[in-house]
């Protein structure tokens, strides 16, 4: 156990549709990490949150933000859901920014 | 940006050491770090190094670090049939945020 909590861990919805997953991080880490794993694009970075402000961006789609509150618990929004965006969804934690992160279990997305 | 490449698969014997590879592109990259992925579970953190090591023992598990050549490869001495999953290799380059770039994964089967 990592120590990093997400929910929920199975999701189905129908295109066009709103979620909202949340992440939990390891007690006392800073940095929030979101991920994006699909079969066809593999581990993709998404958005790094550092102590609440956004630090990193990388592959996130307009359709997509998140951001994390003053108890550092984090949430990424997907909006406009697409059948492409079917995926598993991991949030990570580290200390720091760019140390060690440690993944939570994933939240495994299907949209229909 | 920084680009991580790993062979995909890799089939060993019981009890035989397993090498997986990976090489980068940027230099510049201060943390490196291998992950093992279980189905339907997230990533697990197995052992990192940093970018001022060569090497790094850790019970079975072996890194070698060579910034010459970008290649970064971890060794694991009598590999288990529990020791099958993915394994990633991924980078945090000193530059350009704080963005971990994560190769595709190798998985690695263990024959019994």
């Known amino acids: 156990d990592s120590g990093v909590t997400q929910t929920p861990k199975h999701l189905i919805t129908a295109t066009g549709q709103r979620v909202t997953l949340r992440c939990s991080p390891r007690?006392?880490?800073?940095?929030v990490y979101w991920y994006q794993q699909s079969l066809d694009q593999g581990l993709q970075f998404l958005i790094q949150?550092?102590?609440?402000?956004?630090?990193a961006k990388g592959n996130i789609l307009e359709r997509f933000s998140a951001q994390q509150f003053p108890d550092l618990h984090s949430e990424l929004n997907l909006s406009s859901l697409e059948l492409g965006d079917s995926a598993l969804y991991f949030c990570?934690?580290?200390?720091?920014?760019?140390?060690?992160?440690?993944f939570g279990p994933g939240t495994r997305l299907t949209v229909t | 940006g920084e680009d991580v490449e790993q062979s995909l698969f890799l089939s060993v014997r019981e009890g035989d050491s397993s090498v997986i590879n990976c090489t980068y592109t940027?230099?510049?990259?201060?943390?490196l770090y291998w992950y093992k992925q279980e189905p339907g579970a997230g990533l697990q953190l197995l052992t990192y190094i940093f970018s001022n090591m060569d090497m790094k023992q850790d019970q079975r598990l072996t890194v070698l670090l060579n910034k010459k050549d970008k290649h970064l490869s971890l060794r694991i001495a009598d590999t288990q049939t529990g020791d099958s999953a993915i394994y990633f290799c991924a980078v945090t380059p000193s530059t350009g945020g704080f963005k971990t770039i994560f190769g595709a994964g190798t998985r690695l089967f263990v024959k019994a």
């Open positions: 990570a934690s580290s200390t720091r920014q760019g140390d060690e992160q440690y």
């Open positions: 940027d230099s510049s990259s201060t943390y």
């Open positions: 949150y550092y102590n609440g402000e956004e630090r």
């Open positions: 007690s006392g880490d800073l940095s």
